[in-house]
Protein backbone atom coordinates (compact mmCIF):
# COMPACT_ATOMS: atom_id res chain seq x y z
CA UNK A 1 0.00 0.00 0.00
CA UNK A 2 1.40 3.53 -0.85
CA UNK A 3 0.04 6.87 -0.96
CA UNK A 4 1.77 9.54 -3.07
CA UNK A 5 1.40 13.10 -2.40
CA UNK A 6 1.93 16.09 -4.09
CA UNK A 7 1.46 19.69 -5.46
CA UNK A 8 2.54 21.68 -2.46
CA UNK A 9 4.92 24.61 -2.78
CA UNK A 10 4.67 28.17 -2.50
CA UNK A 11 1.05 30.65 -2.76
CA UNK A 12 0.88 33.52 -2.03
CA UNK A 13 -2.18 34.54 0.38
CA UNK A 14 -5.60 34.28 -1.57
CA UNK A 15 -4.33 31.91 -4.15
CA UNK A 16 -4.92 28.27 -4.75
CA UNK A 17 -3.72 25.04 -4.90
CA UNK A 18 -4.71 21.34 -5.54
CA UNK A 19 -3.25 18.22 -3.42
CA UNK A 20 -3.16 14.62 -5.25
CA UNK A 21 -3.21 11.63 -3.44
CA UNK A 22 -2.76 8.60 -5.38
CA UNK A 23 -2.82 5.33 -3.65
CA UNK A 24 -1.62 2.06 -5.15
CA UNK A 25 -2.84 -1.09 -3.06
CA UNK A 26 -5.86 -0.06 -2.10
CA UNK A 27 -8.76 1.52 -3.77
CA UNK A 28 -10.10 4.27 -2.60
CA UNK A 29 -13.19 4.40 -2.81
CA UNK A 30 -13.45 1.24 -0.33
CA UNK A 31 -11.23 3.40 1.83
CA UNK A 32 -12.30 6.91 4.41
CA UNK A 33 -9.62 9.29 3.09
CA UNK A 34 -8.89 12.38 4.43
CA UNK A 35 -6.23 15.17 4.53
CA UNK A 36 -4.52 15.78 7.99
CA UNK A 37 -2.18 19.04 8.08
CA UNK A 38 0.32 20.11 10.74
CA UNK A 39 1.65 23.23 10.98
CA UNK A 40 5.39 24.52 12.57
CA UNK A 41 4.73 23.37 16.70
CA UNK A 42 1.44 22.15 16.29
CA UNK A 43 -0.15 19.23 16.82
CA UNK A 44 -1.39 17.05 13.62
CA UNK A 45 -4.88 18.17 12.64
CA UNK A 46 -7.80 16.97 10.33
CA UNK A 47 -8.05 19.04 7.50
CA UNK A 48 -10.80 16.93 5.48
CA UNK A 49 -12.22 14.02 5.03
CA UNK A 50 -14.27 11.57 2.81
CA UNK A 51 -15.79 8.64 3.25
CA UNK A 52 -15.94 5.44 1.15
CA UNK A 53 -19.44 6.63 0.51
CA UNK A 54 -18.73 10.25 -0.39
CA UNK A 55 -19.74 11.95 2.58
CA UNK A 56 -17.54 15.06 3.42
CA UNK A 57 -16.39 17.00 6.20
CA UNK A 58 -14.23 19.95 6.68
CA UNK A 59 -12.93 21.49 9.61
CA UNK A 60 -14.49 24.42 10.59
CA UNK A 61 -11.08 26.35 9.77
CA UNK A 62 -11.09 25.70 6.26
CA UNK A 63 -14.46 25.20 5.88
CA UNK A 64 -15.71 27.15 2.29
CA UNK A 65 -12.76 27.31 1.53
CA UNK A 66 -11.38 23.67 0.58
CA UNK A 67 -12.89 21.18 -0.53
CA UNK A 68 -11.99 17.34 -0.32
CA UNK A 69 -12.88 15.21 -3.69
CA UNK A 70 -11.63 12.06 -4.92
CA UNK A 71 -11.46 10.22 -8.75
CA UNK A 72 -12.07 6.58 -8.70
CA UNK A 73 -10.44 5.93 -12.19
CA UNK A 74 -7.58 7.82 -10.94
CA UNK A 75 -7.51 5.93 -7.64
CA UNK A 76 -6.76 9.37 -6.28
CA UNK A 77 -7.70 11.72 -3.70
CA UNK A 78 -7.60 15.53 -4.00
CA UNK A 79 -7.81 19.00 -1.73
CA UNK A 80 -8.48 21.34 -3.44
CA UNK A 81 -7.35 24.60 -1.43
CA UNK A 82 -8.91 28.47 -2.07
CA UNK A 83 -8.36 31.91 -0.43
CA UNK A 84 -5.45 29.96 0.97
CA UNK A 85 -4.08 32.31 3.93
CA UNK A 86 -0.88 32.10 6.10
CA UNK A 87 -2.20 30.10 8.94
CA UNK A 88 -2.61 27.60 6.63
CA UNK A 89 1.33 26.81 5.63
CA UNK A 90 1.89 23.34 7.17
CA UNK A 91 3.36 20.03 5.78
CA UNK A 92 -0.14 18.43 4.30
CA UNK A 93 -0.73 14.46 4.79
CA UNK A 94 -3.24 11.86 3.19
CA UNK A 95 -4.13 9.11 5.05
CA UNK A 96 -6.16 5.91 4.36
CA UNK A 97 -8.04 5.24 7.80
CA UNK A 98 -9.20 1.42 7.34
CA UNK A 99 -5.77 0.80 6.50
CA UNK A 100 -4.29 3.02 9.11
CA UNK A 101 -1.78 4.26 6.33
CA UNK A 102 -0.22 7.63 5.63
CA UNK A 103 1.05 9.12 2.65
CA UNK A 104 4.70 11.16 3.07
CA UNK A 105 3.81 14.40 3.46
CA UNK A 106 3.79 17.64 0.86
CA UNK A 107 4.53 21.31 2.22
CA UNK A 108 2.38 24.04 1.93
CA UNK A 109 4.00 27.56 2.28
CA UNK A 110 1.32 30.39 2.06
CA UNK A 111 3.25 33.98 2.19
CA UNK A 112 1.44 37.38 3.06
Known amino acids: VQLQASGGGLVQAGGSRRLSCAAS????????MAWYRQGPGTQRELVARISSGGSTRHADSVKGRFTISRDSAENTAYLQMNSLKPEDTATYYC???????WGQGTQVTVSS
Open 25 to 32: GISITLNH
Open 95 to 101: YAELVGK
